[in-house]
């Protein structure tokens, strides 16, 4: 790795396609508890305050620090003071969509009666994660 790959930020699809691979692994059936207000502005309505009952509950009882909740997913980039508040909004919204589709993808799998957690669909669906950007999204999920 290089001091420039070091530097570079990493997407937010691929910090929560790790985030995804950990709430499988730590509480099988999560996105069941998810529900359409997710909002990941907001210590209750994201992903992990719907999980757990509150976002910092989430990160105490998987032992995240802040940094490790921001590397997958479940928070956006660290506050710096030169970013305003309106980038730190498009991030909140740039994490909304993408684990709405994230879990809008798993329920749709569970109605359709697939198994959302065999290795099959889990593939597909990081295949189908990594090719999408934020604004290809569809619609609902935006």
């Known amino acids: 790795m290089t001091e420039t790959d070091r530097n570079r930020p990493e997407s937010l699809s691929a910090r929560v396609r790790r985030g995804v691979a950990l709430l499988d692994e730590k509480v099988p059936g999560w996105h069941q508890r998810v529900g359409p207000d997710l909002n990941m502005g907001y210590p209750h309505t994201d992903v992990l305050g719907k999980v757990f009952g509150s976002f910092y509950r989430g990160r105490l009882e998987l032992g995240l620090s802040s940094g490790d909740s ?28 993408l684990w709405r589709f994230v879990v809008r993808q798993r329920q749709a799998a569970a109605l359709r009666n697939l198994n959302a957690d065999s ?24």
Not at 80 to 87: D, E, G, H, Q, T
Not at 127 to 133: G, N, Q
């Open 70 to 97: 921001r590397a997958l997913g479940f928070e956006g980039d660290e506050e710096v003071p030169w970013r305003s508040w309106a980038s730190v909004v498009r991030g909140d919204e740039t994490l909304t969509r």
């Open 119 to 142: 290795d099959y669909d889990r593939a597909l669906f990081a295949d189908h994660l990594v090719r999408v950007s934020v604004d290809e999204l569809p619609v609902g999920a935006r």
